[in-house]
């Protein structure tokens, strides 16, 4: 399972996701590499979704389960 959350920036109003392992730190950092202090996270992911984390998602997913299952026939 490819473990991330998806959350609100507050510095650009996207939806990026956020890695699991990110607690205990006092910034996240999206997978697109965008950092935001967690003041500035909101825990919805209502809203735009960041297109560079939902193409890093997809590739992982992709390494995860295996690229048959993702190709269209």
């Known amino acids: 399972?490819?473990?991330v959350q998806w959350w609100l920036s507050g510095y650009d109003n996207r939806v990026h996701a956020?890695?699991?392992d990110?607690?205990?730190?006092d910034f996240g950092e999206a997978l697109?590499?965008?950092s935001v202090p967690n003041t500035k996270?909101?825990?919805t992911d209502d809203g735009e979704?960041?297109?560079a984390?939902?193409?890093?998602f997809g590739d992982m997913l992709?390494?995860?389960?295996?690229e048959a299952n993702w190709r269209a026939s």
């Open 62 to 66: 992709a390494d995860t389960y295996g």
């Open 32 to 34: 697109c590499e965008h």
């Open 18 to 20: 956020f890695g699991a």
């Open 1 to 3: 399972m490819v473990d």
């Open 22 to 25: 990110e607690a205990g730190r």
């Open 49 to 51: 979704r960041c297109l």
């Open 53 to 56: 984390c939902l193409l890093i």
């Open 41 to 43: 996270i909101t825990c």
